[in-house]
């Protein structure tokens, strides 16, 4: 990523133009790479190759399209070597941004249908190209393409057009499995529907659940809440403030026959259940906490960090009520900040 700020000259008549491709040197003129131009976003130009990369794959270089072909094909192999899909799970990640070095681009699979969450102007220019090559998929049936209206006014997109071209998806609820577990999907829904990147996360919380209380904050459509009563917990208590996604939990539970009377979920602000659990001491031997993402932009970046804090210090309070659990097994909490995401397991910190 080349932030602006960083350009010291633009060489060239006329100038590029958002979704453009260019070549980036350093202040001796010698190449760095090529990526997408734009602007007037604060990311100038979106690297796609380093030097090097095009001097050894000159297929791609300087040209999208096939790189756009390329990569994808890059990330269909690597998911599938990790075994995905699978008999237990055809809904995950295909395409993570930056991770599959396609920023601003993410594709959820959710069984034969592909969301393509869209982030960045180039997206929108090269929706077909991106399209066509997730229709070679021979799992896939469907797109849903769902742009992201708020990031793409960053980018200087005319939002007038873009309404012109969204299409209503092919289905508005799907059916799909996670490690065995089955969930309903709104395609609708916040994000791309379901919060694939958290796989693992939610695996995790079923090996760490036997036994336990859990209190699930900010729960969603149900998935800590699922796993922790798949890994064996005692009770669970999922908290959020979206109506539909309370019942996409509910309709979670009843899917996979699981206990009502172990699982239970609340329409309530976060931040004043857990003022009011605290005030009545109650107790949980594991505290998850997934929020949305609470600093997309810069400007909000102050207040957020103190309201952060907040939940980190309820947290630690949390943890510390119910003796004899080891540190890792109390909480487990995950802050997105934009672009960087804190992860914090028990006493464990990682950024």
């Known amino acids: 990523m080349v932030y602006s700020g ?13 979704g453009d491709v260019v070549l980036v040197a350093d202040g001796s003129e ?28 000159p297929y791609c270089a300087l040209n999208m399209e096939k790189l756009l072909e390329t990569r994808i094909n890059v990330a269909t192999e690597l998911r599938k070597n990790l075994g995905l899909p699978s008999v237990e799970t055809n809904a995950y ?33 090269y929706k077909s190209d991106i399209e066509s090559c997730v229709n070679r998929i021979p799992e896939i049936n469907h797109i849903n393409w769902r742009s992201s209206v708020e990031l793409l006014k960053e980018e200087g997109l005319d939002l007038s057009s873009l309404e012109e071209t969204q299409s209503p998806p092919s289905k508005q609820l799907v059916q799909v499995m996670e490690n ?21 996360n ?48 509910k309709e979670n539970v009843l899917l996979n026959n699981l ?50 804090r907040f939940f980190h210090w309820i947290l630690i309070l949390f943890s510390s009520l119910r003796q004899g659990q080891s540190p890792i097994s109390r909480w487990f909490l995950t802050l997105d900040f934009g672009k960087r995401p804190y992860k914090m397991h028990g006493a464990c910190t990682e950024i």
């Open 6 to 18: 960083a350009v010291d000259r633009i060489i060239g008549r006329p100038p590029p133009k958002t």
């Open 30 to 57: 010698k190449p760095i790479g090529w990526g997408l131009y734009n602007s007037v976003s604060m990311f100038c130009v979106r690297l796609m190759q380093l030097e090097n990369e095009a001097a050894r794959d």
């Open 93 to 125: 990640r295909l395409v993570n941004s930056e991770g599959d070095r396609l920023s601003g681009l993410i594709v959820d699979i959710f069984g034969d249908i592909a969301v393509v969450a869209s982030s960045a102007a180039w997206v929108e220019k």
């Open 180 to 200: 065995g577990i089955k969930y309903v999907v709104s395609l609708e829904g916040q994000k791309t529907g379901f919060y694939a990147d958290q796989r693992e």
């Open 202 to 249: 939610r695996h995790y919380i079923s090996n760490i659940s036997n036994g336990k209380t859990v209190l699930d904050i900010c729960c969603y459509s149900g998935g800590f809440s699922l796993n922790a009563i798949q890994g064996g917990a005692l009770n669970v208590i999922g908290v959020d403030t979206s109506l539909p996604a309370l019942e996409l939990a």
């Open 259 to 308: 206990d009502p009377h172990r699982l239970s979920f609340l329409r309530q602000d976060a931040t004043e259940f857990m003022k009011e659990a605290l005030s009545r001491n109650e107790l949980w031997d594991l505290v998850i906490l997934d929020p949305p993402k609470l600093a997309p932009r810069r400007k909000v970046l102050r207040s957020v960090i103190s309201y952060a």
